[in-house]
């Protein structure tokens, strides 16, 4: 595979359009890396590019593709813990809110300069849900709903899965996401001992991107579709990142056919070498919402790298939308590379994902070790942005809560093995890495936490990183991070049970939401916990626990409310026998957890139609269900309004 090293030259940023220059060049000598280090390398035009797919494809695709399975166009990645999120603080973040804007709550964030997408958002003059194909406006003085439209390309596939929001000023971005697997049309494949009933790859976009003016009544002033996977999205101001994955769209004869694996993977590989580079790069198709100016981009061949050390079959792109000004051209940039999980700060954008294995038919198909390798894009301005650094660790992340940047160094904890019921030989780490040029290189590094368990939840906070692994106890570690060269453990707190997400409150606590467990480890259901973490070691102040109940603020945080002002916390609570679904409402003290009361929606005893979202407008308390919104008086817990959508 050709290409060339980024240099740290003019010229050489300006080719590549991703490449920078960081870290401190005389800095003390760095320990010895755990993991093979990775640089950035910049493709000699679309020939080199296409020749480097090619071979990166043909080297790991087996005789059913590159998903191993016949039948199946896959896309890879664990999407459940992608997302995680600061929670919810009083007003918007952004510009300042209009005089006379009630206090209101954000979207639970993991940083505050980079806002991320939601089902439900607020200004405090509005509430904009997305749910069902429709996007709905609504009141929150009136407590009605204002607007109720349909959104373009919501019906059928589109349709069946979750929306997503960004809001700025009066502009809603909407993204719509087609399902990973679709049913397709099948094909026959000519010529004896054929294999005739492979899937032919889905010809329709997977992604929807509808930017929506909402200063009077709705209006579609944008579209943009792709074929390429949406991964996730950061905001800062009314700048939004958009992260997209894209697998190769070639149609591969394979199958067995009576021939063997050896002949279907080689017959595989000639259609990989034979494949267009369109093939690779995804097109973003945008209009202006109403039949009128339409266009296609793709990424520049000058906009496209890979990792050093090989070249992924798969492509991460970036793009760049400000809503204030449209859908236009994304200003699109790629990695030849893998990537499932997103953090942004609203300076650095960061994708981590796991190197490819190679395919073998004539060798075992051996599991790696594995390894999380990070790209860094520098997005502090509005342009384009710049793909700055890349470095690689042990062990695989949880979700995006493992990373955190400081000081311009990236934190992360990880598992460092795998998981095994006779040997328990995993561990975990923290590790911290530096900016050397295009290099994310390792300068500290802290392991041996929860030795035969993995990572449940990590929170970064200042210097101090919190860290919970389980297995039949809950070891909440605290690690300090002060000298980033010397990280080192500086406490350990064992309970019954852990904790999921973990969430700041003032004055050195730290609240806790997971589940409660015996000695064994056997879980008895959910468990909201207060630690104080104030001194050298933590401790366990006090805790809620309801039997054989969990919370979907346990995987996703987007679901988790804390409101400061009086301490209220709010997490949607699945009940025993998984048949109703209620928020259930805390009073969060110094050193107590109470129970104030619940909120129900109607028709909840449908399984999966709960509460799944709640937000705070002056002293309402909104809860939201994809049948309605509840409007509740946050003091009294008094019904005030029931909108229903359907």
Known sequence: MRGRTLASSVTALALAGTAGCGGSPGAAPRPTPSAKEIRLVAYDGCDALLDGLRRATADRVGPYGLGGVPGLVPLEGDTALRKGPQAAQPGAPGAAPPPGTPEHSTTNSHEPGADEPDLVKTDGRRIVTVTGGELRVIDPATRKVAHTMDLPGAGGAFRGGDAQLLLSGDRALVTTEQPTMLPMERRPVPGPGGFDDLPTPPAAPTT?????????????????????????????????????????????????????????????????????????????RTDDGGGGHAATYRSPCDQVSRPS?????????????????????????????????????????????????????????????????????????????????????????????SLSELDGNLRLATTTSRIDARERTSESAVYVLGQHGGRLDEIGRVGGLGKGERIYSVRFLGTTAYVVTFRQVDPLYTVDLKDPRRPRIGGELKITGYSAYLHPLADGRLLGVGRDADASGRTLGLQVSLFDVSGARPRKVASYRLADASSQAEFEPHAFLYWPPSGLTVIPVMNPGGGTSEALVLKVGGTSITKAGAVRHPDTERFGNGVRRSLIVGTTLWTFSDDGARATDAATLKDAAWLPFR
Do not use: C
């Open 208 to 284: 929807r991107l509808t930017l929506v003016d909402l200063s009077a009544a709705p209006k579609v002033v944008g579209t943009m579709t792709t074929d390429a996977a949406y991964v996730d999205a950061r905001q800062t101001g009314s700048t939004v990142r958009v992260v997209m994955r894209s697998t190769p769209r070639i149609e591969f004869p394979g199958g067995t056919g009576g021939k063997g694996e050896k002949h279907a993977a080689e017959a595989n590989r000639a259609a990989v070498l034979k494949a267009p580079l369109d093939a690779w790069l995804p097109s973003f």
């Open 309 to 401: 050390s090989y070249g992924g079959s798969s492509l991460l792109s970036v793009l760049t939308f400000d809503l204030a000004k449209g859908l236009g051209d994304p200003k699109a940039i790629a990695v030849a590379a893998d990537g499932t999980t997103v953090y942004g700060n609203g300076r650095s954008l960061y994708v981590t994902g796991t190197p490819p294995t190679p395919y073998r038919w004539n060798a075992p198909q051996r599991v790696p070790e594995p390894r999380t390798d990070v790209y860094k894009f520098d997005v502090a301005g509005t342009g384009r942005p710049r793909y700055v650094a890349a470095g690689s660790v042990k062990g695989f992340l949880l979700n995006q809560y």
